[in-house]
Nanobody, 127 residues
Framework: QVQLVESGGGLVQAGGSLRLSCAAS????????MGWFRQAPGKEREFVAA????????YYADSVKDRFTISRDNAKNTVYLQMNSLIPEDTAVYSC????????????????????WGQGTQVTVSS
């Protein structure tokens, strides 16, 4: 049974940083891509970042490029999202997800590509 468990959310002032973690278990993820998505109140869930587990290739939404960094630790089966220079607009529930990797860049930004989801962690950025 696949499990994705996020942690690291919280309340931070604008300009601050947080690091989210997503611990994955239940299968071998070497053929998967891992993504981070977020959903703010009253808004649709949106893509934030993704990483291909095998190659380490990364993909980012324009809104977070140069501020957020996604990475993985193969030994710990964990994916991270380092978030710097946070702004109030980053306030949302952040969820990690896993998708079987088909090797197409358009695929990783589409939430419908992802089969497994974590429960989410709240990130609140105060102004």
């Amino acid at each position: 049974q696949v499990q994705l468990v996020e942690s690291g959310g919280g309340l931070v002032q604008a300009g601050g940083s947080l690091r989210l973690s997503c611990a994955a278990s239940g299968r071998t993820f070497s053929r998967y891509a891992m993504g981070w998505f977020r959903q703010a109140p009253g808004k649709e869930r949106e893509f934030v970042a993704a990483i291909r587990w095998s190659s380490g290739s990364t993909y980012y939404a324009d809104s977070v490029k140069d501020r957020f960094t996604i990475s993985r630790d193969n030994a710990k089966n964990t994916v991270y999202l380092q978030m710097n220079s946070l702004i109030p607009e980053d306030t949302a529930v952040y969820s990690c997800a896993a998708a079987y990797d088909i090797g197409r860049s358009y695929y990783y930004t589409d939430l419908s590509s992802y089969d497994y989801w974590g429960q989410g962690t709240q990130v609140t950025v105060s102004s």
